[in-house]
């Protein structure tokens, strides 16, 4: 208009939603399977349980690296607990899932990585909406001399969903940074003014958007150094993070890299017969803490290590109950792990409830949503709105305090991570109706039932109530017996799971 251009974004969001100023690196690491939290995270006070329903796969009690009297890590893990840990430069996040989950691998993690309800299919990433509310005409006119750089890269030979915009995807799949070789840009005649003229002249700007980014990439990777040896041989996820810190120190200024480590779906060979700290998970444990540690380390030497912040999810934990193949099936929450200099350290959530009884397939239940987690990093590392990222995620979204360095510091933040829900059930078991009583702020609270399965089959409360204490009546009639959760949650972290059972 009158020689300005202009863009229309697909989807109207507000700008001004990215820190462009922030060197800020977020790395997500993909536990592709359905991670087994039972054996990464094991909660100590649950052992008399877990014994029952996990003779052949429970890791001993006393090779648990003891965090507390309540939770240890894998003895596998050593060095995530020794180096980061214990340094305050890693969080555990207990039993992360969402609502009505999904076992299947791929609709799960369909879920996981664009942030959606389970009972609603999007095709955007939630990393990738994230970047459209700054970009929203990309890829057209990138990269440019402002953003010289991918915004995204996945390590692996296929682009992640998590970083889909509405009209692109924001990253580039790598496998060796120094292999890069340009594809040929054909023809440069003006595409037709027809749908297919449209596909094509997209398909064009991707190749030569790809060459341009492949020679930035190739610059860092020639520039860079890593300080520390990696285990490139046996380990895949530190041969990723190798490259990952190369391009770092190189002077790339990517905002977001994914990388992944498969074979978690053991549902066989978890581990071995008389030696349950061995087999298959426990390797996986040991390309997990190596690759984080040795990473963390690399960065450390090289004065990057404060730009970092490191996630781990999986699209599912595993069921409570050990398989007769020396494995775990198909479950719902798992744990969450974060790491960096910027993390508000420690174990954040209670460990799960075991039952005495397990129906078929019984598994975790939820405590945190996983899409709390992820609006709360786009808050505090991104520096993201919390109105955005509510119409980014989803309207029922809750602040937790999961980072100290806030990139934009709000009220919210002051929340204290010691503020604990205090419930009582009475009396559990029970047979038709049973009484809850709890105490809160003044906030808005949410009070659901969940079957075993963790679908959410009655909400109880769902509004703001006056600060105070609180009772009311569950009534279970027409309900078919078992085991089921009581989940409350409020402001921040405030969030608790509790098992009821009905004889």
């Known amino acids: 208009m009158n020689g300005m251009s202009i863009g229309a974004a697909v989807h109207p969001m507000m700008a001004a939603a990215m820190n462009e100023d922030s060197d800020r690196v977020l790395i997500l690491i993909q536990l592709n399977g359905g991670n087994d939290g039972l054996s990464m995270i094991p909660p100590l006070n649950r052992y008399d349980r877990l014994a029952n329903h996990?003779?052949?796969?429970?890791?001993?009690?006393?090779?648990?690296?003891?965090?507390?009297?309540?939770?240890?890590?894998?003895?596998?893990?050593?060095?995530?607990?020794?180096?980061?840990?214990?340094?305050?430069?890693?969080?555990?996040?207990?039993?992360?899932?969402?609502p009505n989950p999904i076992r299947s691998h791929f609709r799960s993690t369909d879920i996981m990585m664009t942030g959606s309800p389970a009972e609603e299919i999007w095709s955007s990433g939630w990393v990738g909406r994230y970047l459209d509310k700054s970009h929203p005409n990309y890829p057209y006119g990138y990269p440019n001399s402002d953003f010289p750089d991918p915004f995204a890269i996945t390590m692996g030979s296929l682009i992640s969903l998590t970083c889909q915009g509405l009209a692109s995807n924001y990253s580039l799949a790598i496998e060796n940074p120094f292999r890069l070789f340009p594809i040929a840009e054909g023809a440069e005649d003006i595409a037709p003014n027809t749908p297919y003229g449209e596909e094509l002249a997209f398909l064009r700007t991707s190749i030569v958007q790809t060459n341009a980014y492949s020679e930035v990439i190739l610059k860092a990777a020639n520039k860079g150094a890593n300080t520390v040896t990696y285990d490139v041989e046996s380990n895949r996820l530190a041969k990723q993070l190798k490259n990952v810190a190369l391009l770092m120190s190189g002077g790339m200024r990517t905002k977001v890299y994914v990388v992944q480590l498969g074979g978690f779906d053991t549902h066989a060979g978890q581990a071995?017969?008389?030696?349950?700290?061995?087999?298959?998970?426990?390797?996986?444990?040991?390309?997990?803490?190596?690759?984080?540690?040795?990473?963390?380390?690399?960065?450390?030497?090289?004065?990057?290590?404060?730009?970092?912040?490191?996630?781990?999810?999986?699209?599912?934990?595993?069921?409570?109950?050990?398989?007769?193949?020396?494995?775990?099936?198909?479950?719902?929450?798992?744990?969450m792990l974060m790491f960096g200099p910027c993390v508000s350290g420690g174990v954040i959530g209670d460990t799960p409830e075991i039952p005495a009884q397990l129906r078929s397939q019984e598994a975790i239940p939820m405590q945190y949503d996983f899409r709390n987690v992820y609006g709360s990093v786009l808050m505090?590392?991104?520096?993201?709105?919390?109105?955005?990222?509510?119409?980014?995620?989803?309207?029922?979204?809750?602040?937790?305090?999961?980072?100290?360095?806030?990139a934009t510091p709000t009220s919210t933040q002051q929340l204290r991570r010691d503020e604990?829900?205090?419930?009582?059930?009475?009396?559990?078991?029970?047979?038709?109706?049973?009484?809850?009583?709890?105490?809160?702020?003044?906030?808005?609270?949410?009070?659901?039932?969940f079957d075993a399965n963790g679908a959410e089959i009655k909400v109880m409360i769902n509004k703001y109530l006056q600060a105070g204490s609180h009772t009311l009546t569950l009534n279970m009639l027409g309900f078919p017996d078992g085991n089921y959760y009581c989940r409350i949650s409020g402001a921040g972290q405030r969030q608790l799971t509790k098992s009821v059972v009905k004889l």
């Open 54 to 98: 996990r003779r052949n796969i429970l890791i001993p009690q006393n090779e648990v690296l003891k965090i507390n009297n309540t939770v240890g890590f894998h003895p596998a893990m050593l060095r995530i607990k020794s180096e980061l840990y214990d340094a305050g430069k890693a969080t555990v996040i207990q039993s992360v899932g969402y």
């Open 272 to 335: 071995v017969e008389g030696s349950p700290s061995k087999g298959a998970y426990a390797e996986l444990m040991v390309e997990l803490s190596e690759g984080i540690a040795t990473f963390m380390k690399d960065l450390r030497n090289q004065g990057m290590e404060q730009r970092v912040l490191a996630m781990t999810f999986s699209e599912f934990g595993r069921q409570i109950k050990e398989n007769a193949s020396f494995g775990s099936d198909h479950g719902t929450a798992a744990p």
């Open 420 to 449: 604990t829900f205090q419930m009582e059930i009475s009396p559990n078991p029970f047979h038709e109706n049973t009484t809850i009583s709890f105490e809160c702020g003044n906030e808005l609270i949410r009070l659901s039932l």
């Open 380 to 406: 505090d590392w991104m520096g993201m709105k919390e109105a955005d990222v509510k119409q980014l995620l989803f309207n029922g979204f809750q602040y937790m305090p999961l980072i100290d360095c806030a």
